[in-house]
């Protein structure tokens, strides 16, 4: 029904800066709360970022604070992820996330992406 499409992942250097993106399909892309989790090998899924559909409040991860930002384009159905000064433990897949009218405080998504691939070296 919904599909979430994440791009703009790759290499970086420790310090420096990448931004992803996550194109949603359907017309209620501004009904959806949106999140970004991150998962590493052999770690749980973390929390990264939402942003919630109404109030546009924002909601970070501990571990990125300060350093990342999410945004919305509802114009263009797409959400983002501003990352800079990046550590090599923020090496992980990113996926987005969707949620009907979520707070942005909750973890329970209905809707995923696939993932896209961030490695950051030192």
């Known amino acids: 029904q919904v599909q979430l499409v994440e791009s703009g992942g790759g290499l970086v250097q420790a310090g420096g800066s990448l931004r992803l993106s996550c194109a949603a399909s359907g017309r209620t892309f501004s009904s959806y709360t949106m999140g970004w989790f991150r998962q590493a090998p052999g770690k749980e899924r973390e929390f990264v970022a939402a942003?919630?559909?109404?109030?546009?409040?924002?909601y970070y991860g501990d571990s990125v604070k300060g350093r990342f930002a999410i945004s919305r384009d509802n114009a263009k159905n797409t959400q983002y992820l501003q990352m800079n000064s990046l550590k090599p433990e923020d090496t992980a897949v990113y996926y987005c996330?969707?949620?009907?009218?979520?707070?942005?405080?909750?973890?329970?998504?209905?809707?995923w992406g696939q993932g896209t691939q961030v490695t950051v070296s030192s």
């Open positions: 942003i919630k559909w109404n109030s546009g409040s924002t």
């Open positions: 996330a969707g949620k009907l009218y979520g707070s942005g405080r909750g973890r329970d998504y209905d809707y």
